[in-house]
């Protein structure tokens, strides 16, 4: 998609629906050799994993103080040493001529807090929250048939997971779980009511698509809510099942196919 007219590349670190960590170093290298110059939406990754600006090879990294359980409403941009800007605020002349106006102070002392606690509590809170992740998706696999995971297992972020649960449709497995916080995709897209852009990319067709849930497991979670988060997930995806057509004509496809 690179062209002799391109002046930048813009990569999300981390999926927002599905977890899954693009290979931002490289795509870098391709962006500088083309001249043109390379940002990266690192909200999601920040606090999962680590985070080099040099590594990375990236010109330009933001950064959201919520999803580091910082404060909502303050961001940051990181910006590679020599790498230009234009400012789109003009004024009293603030942040050497970037940006005017005046910075909320309590929530950019929230987000250096969060951003410390993250730092320290990075490698144990990634290794605790893929161990939720993958006794969720064991012991969903293990009571349900027709299971798709979205997306690599192994490359996406620890507290992620997107599963289609063939047969129940999405929106009616939230409406019939209102105990847990879940989702058919991102924040940005909970309004529609469509099939995910996101997993049509990826080739998945319909029904896979618009059977799929998110699951964002998070830093206050326990094992006891991801057991008691599988078992209501389980019974819900039973009840809708056995209402569906598309269900009964998944299960004769699969007989045919076995006996065939």
């Not at 927002?16 to 693009?22: D, M, T, Y």
């Not at 649960?165 to 929106?171: H, P, R, T, V, Y």
Request: hydrophobic fraction near 45%; proline fraction near 3%.
């Amino acid at each position: 998609m690179i062209t002799d007219d391109t002046a930048l590349v813009s990569v999300m670190h981390a999926n927002n629906e599905i977890g899954v960590l693009q290979p931002i170093d490289a795509l870098a290298r391709l962006a500088a050799e083309a001249g043109a110059a390379f940002h990266c939406d690192a909200a999601q990754s920040a606090g999962s994993l680590a985070l080099d600006l040099t590594q990375l090879g990236v010109d330009y990294l933001s950064l959201s103080a919520h999803k580091l359980y910082g404060p909502k409403g303050v961001g940051a941009l990181v910006v590679r040493r020599g790498a230009r800007l234009e400012p789109i605020l003009h004024g009293g002349g603030h942040e050497r001529g970037l940006r005017s106006g005046t910075l909320p102070v309590a929530l950019c002392v929230g987000f250096g807090a969060a951003a410390e606690l993250a730092r320290e509590r990075r490698e144990a809170d990634a290794r605790r929250l893929a161990a939720l992740r993958d006794r969720l998706l064991a012991r969903l696999e293990a009571e349900l048939p027709e299971l798709a995971v979205n997306g690599s297992r192994e490359q996406r972020l620890p507290g992620n997971l997107n599963v289609s649960f063939l047969g129940a449709e999405g929106e009616a497995l939230l409406a019939a779980l209102p105990e847990l916080a879940l989702s058919t995709g991102s924040a940005c897209t909970s309004a529609k009511r469509e099939a995910s852009h996101v997993l049509r990319a990826l080739g998945a067709d319909e029904a896979r698509a618009l059977s799929a849930l998110r699951f964002g497991i998070g830093r206050g979670n326990s094992e006891d809510e991801i057991d008691r988060a599988a078992e209501l997930v389980i019974a819900a995806t039973r009840r809708l099942r056995a209402l569906s057509p598309v269900w009964d004509e998944l299960r004769r496809g699969r007989k045919r196919a076995a006996r065939s």
